[in-house]
Nanobody, 124 residues
Framework: QVQLVESGGGLVQAGASLRLSCAAS????????MGWFRQAPGKEREFVAG???????YYADSVKGRFTISRDNAKNTLYLQMNSLKPEDTAVYYC??????????????????WGQGTQVTVSS
């Protein structure tokens, strides 16, 4: 069972930056993909960013150009650098991992392990 622990969330003003971290209990290089999702109150969980084992990255249109996903295999940690934050970015952010092959990266069902989430609140 993969254990994932997110950290780095908080309350910031619009325009600020945050970096989320997701520490994995196993080697991150072993995953076929890792991703970040978010869920705002009353809304479904949505894809934010994903990274394949190859290093290819994917972003939701709403965060493209502002967020950057990266992975440090030496530290078994996934990151999400979030710049120019907006109030609409307010949500609980979750990291997820997958061993599946041929996945789209953007669907929650692509992933088998999830962290507990970290709250990000952006005030206007």
């Amino acid at each position: 069972q993969v254990q994932l622990v997110e950290s780095g969330g908080g309350l910031v003003q619009a325009g600020a930056s945050l970096r989320l971290s997701c520490a994995a209990s196993t080697r991150t290089f072993s995953f076929t993909a890792m991703g970040w999702f978010r869920q705002a109150p009353g809304k479904e969980r949505e894809f934010v960013a994903g990274i394949r084992r190859s290093g290819s990255t994917y972003y939701a249109d709403s965060v493209k150009g502002r967020f950057t996903i990266s992975r440090d295999n030496a530290k078994n940690t996934l990151y999400l650098q979030m710049n120019s934050l907006k109030p609409e970015d307010t949500a609980v952010y979750y990291c997820a991992t997958s061993y599946k092959v041929g996945i789209s990266v953007v669907l929650p069902n692509d992933y088998s392990s999830w962290g507990q989430g970290t709250q990000v609140t952006v005030s206007s």
